[in-house]
């Protein structure tokens, strides 16, 4: 169990048998989303200590789906001193006659472990979740999977001039990091380097100009885009896939402080672009701007996709259940949206329109990062210009980051979106 995971119910143990007359019977009709859904709905259902699921009639593929569906459907983050109990034990009934079962089984306990790290991350509270305590959890989580997990801190990150990151975190008393981990295994495949960036404010009050109050409550899940690309690279890792990939989480509180950054400030990007501040509430996009531009810049990936819960409009557009994805790649666009089908985490592209560059504009900076609408659109554009000439993504899951109550797979509280896309994306690559 990752470190980061002790506060949730335990994962229950999965063991596969033969055929048993009151094994529980999961429906297999339709797409394999579909199954994941049903077999989340159904472990909402089993009874605390043994339960058993009739897989029989399964092949390895939906049966993987199924134990993804079923763990992630048993994922539950309390605190509570007398939790209510769930299933310890799911016996996979029939499973033995599949063929593959059991590597199915393993592939199926990996992805879903990897998305209920992810979903803790982001679950734990702001008052323990700092900028240092999420790097804490990425070098105990990744580490010992063979992932080389750098932390840079607030001297470092001044050193090289992440302007975006240092005017978030400045208002906080814990301060900022960027955590950068490497996943390049030998005989990985050559002319591939993935970057995924992840949005990392592990609480956003808004700073100066202030969120409500109920805007607030969800707000340590605002690093779900930080949680999501984690762990993404734990599940790669942990597979093994054969793909260079870097995370690079830009980690900050954006506090309301004598130190807060302000209204009509100017701050500068590392890589040297300007940005002036409309809105202190508009803070993701700094932060994702810093860590976009060192990866063009210094690492020289062959695509970097980010993830951030970045705008209300994007949950507007889309609603809870769909990410906003914006491309300037085509064949990138192509695979993520590939990968959001496959594994039940849709994602609609949508447009960069030239004509809308003009709403960024700044009488004293390269651009304004407070647009307005279509403020999913201009959100975007604004990152744009920092990934340089490299193949670049952004997926908005303002939506979809956060469910309000369990529903199929997805639990109270942050869902992970992205991290199992992700990690089949990149899989895709290998």
Same mark, same amino acid.
């Given at each position: 169990?990752?470190?980061?995971?002790?506060? #949730?119910?335990?994962?229950?143990?999965?063991?596969?048998? *033969?055929?048993?007359?009151?094994?529980?019977?999961?429906?297999?009709?339709?797409?394999?989303?579909?199954?994941?859904?049903? *077999?989340?709905?159904?472990? #909402?259902?089993?009874?605390?200590?043994?339960?058993?699921?009739?897989?029989?009639?399964?092949? +390895?593929?939906?049966?993987?789906?199924?134990?993804?569906?079923?763990?992630?459907?048993?994922?539950r983050f309390t605190l509570a001193t007398a939790p209510e109990p769930g299933p310890s034990r799911i016996e996979l009934a029939g499973a033995d006659a599949i063929t593959g079962a059991a590597e199915a089984i393993a592939r199926g306990q990996l992805v879903a472990g990897a998305a209920s790290w992810a979903r803790t991350l982001a679950n734990t509270r702001s008052n323990v979740k700092?900028?240092?305590?999420?790097?804490?959890?990425?070098?105990?989580?990744?580490?010992?999977?063979?992932?080389?997990?750098?932390?840079?801190?607030?001297?470092?990150?001044?050193?090289?001039?992440?302007?975006?990151?240092?005017?978030?975190?400045?208002?906080?008393?814990?301060?900022?990091?960027?955590?950068?981990?490497? &996943?390049?295994?030998?005989?990985?495949?050559?002319?591939?380097?993935?970057?995924?960036?992840?949005?990392?404010?592990?609480?956003?009050?808004?700073?100066?100009?202030?969120?409500?109050?109920?805007?607030?409550?969800?707000?340590?899940?605002?690093?779900?885009?930080?949680?999501?690309?984690?762990?993404?690279?734990?599940?790669?890792?942990?597979?093994?896939?054969?793909?260079?990939?870097?995370?690079?989480?830009?980690?900050?509180?954006?506090?309301?402080?004598?130190?807060?950054?302000?209204?009509?400030?100017?701050?500068?990007?590392?890589?040297?672009?300007?940005?002036?501040?409309?809105?202190?509430? +508009?803070?993701?996009?700094?932060?994702?701007?810093?860590?976009?531009?060192?990866?063009?810049?210094?690492?020289?990936?062959?695509?970097?996709?980010?993830?951030?819960?970045?705008?209300?409009?994007?949950?507007? /557009?889309?609603?809870?259940?769909?990410?906003?994805?914006?491309?300037?790649?085509?064949p990138v666009a192509a695979g993520l949206l590939a990968a959001g089908e496959a594994t039940g985490e849709p994602l609609w592209r949508l447009p960069m329109p030239r004509e809308y560059d003009a709403l960024l504009t700044s009488p004293i900076a390269d651009a304004t990062n407070s647009a307005g609408n279509p403020g999913a659109t201009t959100a975007a554009i604004f990152l744009r210009?920092?990934?340089?000439?490299?193949? &670049?993504?952004?997926?908005?899951?303002?939506?979809?980051?956060?469910? /309000?109550?369990?529903?199929?797979?997805?639990?109270?509280? /942050?869902? +992970?979106?992205?991290?199992?896309?992700?990690?089949?994306?990149?899989?895709?690559?290998?």
């Amino acid at each position: 169990m990752p470190p980061a995971a002790r506060a #949730r119910q335990p994962t229950p143990s999965l063991a596969a048998t *033969a055929a048993s007359g009151d094994a529980r019977p999961l429906d297999a009709r339709g797409s394999l989303p579909a199954l994941r859904e049903a *077999a989340g709905a159904l472990a #909402r259902k089993l009874p605390a200590g043994r339960s058993a699921v009739d897989v029989a009639g399964l092949d +390895a593929e939906q049966l993987q789906a199924a134990v993804e569906g079923l763990l992630l459907g048993t994922y539950r983050f309390t605190l509570a001193t007398a939790p209510e109990p769930g299933p310890s034990r799911i016996e996979l009934a029939g499973a033995d006659a599949i063929t593959g079962a059991a590597e199915a089984i393993a592939r199926g306990q990996l992805v879903a472990g990897a998305a209920s790290w992810a979903r803790t991350l982001a679950n734990t509270r702001s008052n323990v979740k700092t900028p240092a305590w999420l790097a804490r959890q990425a070098v105990a989580g990744l580490e010992p999977l063979g992932v080389d997990v750098t932390v840079r801190d607030e001297a470092w990150l001044a050193e090289k001039k992440f302007g975006g990151v240092l005017a978030v975190g400045g208002g906080s008393a814990a301060p900022p990091r960027l955590i950068e981990a490497r &996943w390049k295994p030998r005989g990985a495949r050559q002319g591939i380097h993935v970057a995924l960036v992840g949005k990392g404010i592990t609480f956003d009050t808004g700073g100066v100009n202030r969120k409500p109050g109920a805007a607030m409550n969800t707000m340590y899940t605002d690093m779900s885009g930080g949680a999501a690309v984690l762990g993404a690279l734990q599940a790669i890792a942990a597979a093994r896939v054969p793909v260079h990939v870097t995370a690079l989480v830009p980690a900050a509180e954006n506090m309301l402080s004598g130190g807060s950054f302000r209204p009509g400030d100017v701050v500068r990007h590392h890589g040297g672009r300007t940005s002036e501040i409309g809105n202190t509430d +508009a803070e993701g996009r700094l932060v994702l701007a810093d860590a976009i531009a060192y990866a063009a810049a210094t690492l020289r990936p062959t695509a970097i996709v980010d993830v951030a819960t970045l705008t209300g409009a994007a949950k507007m /557009a889309l609603g809870l259940r769909t990410g906003g994805l914006f491309a300037t790649s085509d064949p990138v666009a192509a695979g993520l949206l590939a990968a959001g089908e496959a594994t039940g985490e849709p994602l609609w592209r949508l447009p960069m329109p030239r004509e809308y560059d003009a709403l960024l504009t700044s009488p004293i900076a390269d651009a304004t990062n407070s647009a307005g609408n279509p403020g999913a659109t201009t959100a975007a554009i604004f990152l744009r210009p920092f990934a340089r000439d490299v193949e &670049w993504a952004h997926l908005d899951i303002a939506g979809p980051a956060r469910a /309000a109550a369990d529903d199929g797979l997805r639990s109270r509280g /942050a869902t +992970a979106f992205g991290a199992r896309l992700l990690h089949a994306w990149v899989t895709g690559l290998a």
